[in-house]
């Protein structure tokens, strides 16, 4: 199987990248943050509790979207490999992953991180939040929060797949094509 982590800070793209990944390797796409959206969008109870958060630009609790995540891994293993998108985001979403996909006899290929700097990211969410209206996009500070976010909970997981030695950086400020290009 081939099983890619998508990584980036907020805005940096991988939503965007992943379209184009699943259209060329048909791999199953798994967005934390599209399935977030879609339980918020039914008014679920888990929606409900995952929009106070996520309006808050924080994380959602790690055990939710493993949960989210494990079923969806589960229901999934017939195909070629996933495209993890915006998950893991911290180091314990990270070792639940390894040893999900372990207990499955598969692994990680590589992570592959999109590199953006915070002001182009701020730039792009504020852009983004006119026209798709989502809540979380819509005021600098929310932003800012998901960025420190981001710096405190979710960058170790740099270090954690460097050490694997499954670490890929690409450079994520050069247009759409040629970033797929790269990756
Ligand atoms: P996500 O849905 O994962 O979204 P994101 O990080 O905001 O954006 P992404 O990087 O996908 O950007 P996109 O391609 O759209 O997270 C939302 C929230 O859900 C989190 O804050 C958190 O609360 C919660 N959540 C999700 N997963 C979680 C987890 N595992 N644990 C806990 N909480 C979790 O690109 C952004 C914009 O840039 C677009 O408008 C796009 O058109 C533009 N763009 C893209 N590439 C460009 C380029 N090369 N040049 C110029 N613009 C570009």
Sequence with gaps: MLNLVLFGPPGAGKG???????????????????????????????????????????????????????????????????????????IAQ?????????????????????EVEDEELIRRLLNRGKESGRSDDKSEAVIRKRIAEYNSNTSPLIDYFKKKNKFRGVLGVVSVDEIFTNL
């Excluded at 790690?62 to 998108?85: C, H, K, P, Q, W």
């Excluded at 070792?95 to 590589?110: F, G, Y």
């Design 16 to 90: 965007t990248q992943s379209e184009k990944l699943i259209g060329h390797y048909h791999l199953v796409h798994l967005s934390t943050g599209d399935i977030l959206r879609q339980e918020v969008a039914s008014c679920t109870a888990l929606g409900i509790e995952a929009k106070k958060v996520m309006d808050q630009g924080m994380l959602v609790p790690d055990e939710v979207v493993i949960r989210m995540i494990e079923s969806r891994v589960e229901a999934n293993l017939t195909g070629r490999g996933f495209i993890f998108d915006g998950f893991p985001r911290t």
């Design 94 to 114: 990270a070792l639940s992953l390894d040893k999900m996909l372990s207990e499955k006899e598969t692994s990680i290929t590589c992570m592959l991180a999109l």
